[in-house]
C-alpha cells in the first residue's frame, strides 16, 4: 500500500514556464512533507520542506504548496531552467519518527 | 565540503564474495541511514540507527548487515552479493526534523 504516491512518472516543461509536480498521501498521520531532487548517478539532494502547520514554502524558485484536507501537495518551480532535468522525489514523515516514506519520483525533463 | 562522504564510489564484486561499503558523515547527526535504490525508484530503507540504535527493515534479507562503530562512521556488509543485489547504494543522515542529508552513493556491480 503506497501511502506517498507521485502518479507521474515523467514531465516535460518548456525552458522558462513553471513546472508543476505533484505527490498524493493517504495517511493523516504525516506531519512533515520534503521534496528531494536526484540527478543520475548521485544521491538525492534535499530540496525544500513544509510542516503540516503550513500550506505554502517558498525559496527562492521553488515553491511547496499543501492541501491538507485534499492530502495532496505540489512542487512549483518558477522559472524552469535546464539544470532543473532531474527525478524528483516527495517524501513524508510523522513527527518523531525518523524515516521518511517515499513517492516513487517523477522525471523532470526541461525542453530549451 | 563534504557533509556525508560514501567509499568506494564504484564497487565490483563477483557473486557470493563479501562487500563492505562505508559511509562517514561531518554533521555529527545522531541518525544515519542505509538505502538501496535501482534505476530511478524511490530508495528503500534497509537500516537505520538513532545512536548506537539499530533498526532493521522489515523486508531487509539477511544477507546485509551494518555495523556503526562511532558517531562518524557506518559500513554496510554485503555477506554473499547476489546479481539482484546490484544497486546504488546511499547513506545519509538526518536532522531531527528528517531532513536528510545524503552521501553521493555507491554504485555496486555483481559480475
Known amino acids: 500500500d503506497q501511502q506517498v504516491k507521485q502518479n507521474s512518472p515523467s514531465l516535460s516543461v518548456q525552458e522558462g514556464r513553471i513546472s508543476i509536480l505533484n505527490c498524493d498521501y493517504t495517511?493523516?498521520?504525516?506531519?512533515?512533507f520534503l521534496w528531494y531532487k536526484k540527478y543520475p548517478a548521485e544521491g538525492p539532494t534535499f530540496l525544500i520542506s513544509?510542516?503540516?502547520i503550513k500550506d505554502k514554502n517558498e525559496d527562492g524558485r521553488f515553491t511547496v504548496f499543501l492541501n491538507k484536507s485534499a492530502k495532496h501537495l505540489s512542487l512549483h518551480i518558477v522559472p524552469s531552467q535546464p539544470g532543473d532535468s532531474a527525478v524528483y522525489f516527495c517524501?513524508?514523515?510523522?513527527?518523531?519518527?525518523?524515516?521518511?516514506?517515499w513517492g516513487a519520483g517523477t522525471k523532470l525533463i526541461i525542453k530549451p | 565540503d563534504a557533509m556525508v562522504i560514501q567509499n568506494p564510489r564504484y564497487q565490483v564484486t563477483q557473486f557470493g564474495k563479501p562487500v563492505t561499503l562505508s559511509c562517514s558523515q561531518t554533521?555529527?547527526?545522531?541518525?544515519m541511514y542505509w538505502y538501496q535504490q535501482k534505476s530511478s525508484q524511490a530508495p528503500k530503507l534497509l537500516f537505520h540507527?538513532?545512536?548506537?540504535?539499530?533498526?532493521n527493515e522489515a523486508d531487509t534479507p539477511d544477507n546485509f548487515q551494518s555495523r556503526r562503530p562511532n558517531t562518524s562512521f557506518c559500513f554496510l556488509d554485503i555477506r554473499s552479493p547476489g546479481l539482484g543485489d546490484a544497486a546504488m547504494y546511499l547513506c545519509?543522515?538526518?536532522?531531527?526534523?528528517?531532513?536528510?542529508?545524503f552521501g553521493p552513493g555507491t554504485r555496486l556491480t555483481v559480475l
Open positions: 545519509a543522515t538526518s536532522t531531527p526534523r528528517a531532513e536528510q542529508f
Open positions: 554533521l555529527n547527526h545522531n541518525v
Open positions: 540507527y538513532y545512536d548506537k540504535d539499530f533498526n
Open positions: 495517511n493523516s498521520m504525516f506531519d512533515y
Open positions: 513544509i510542516s503540516s
Open positions: 517524501a513524508a514523515s510523522v513527527d518523531s519518527n525518523y524515516q521518511l516514506i
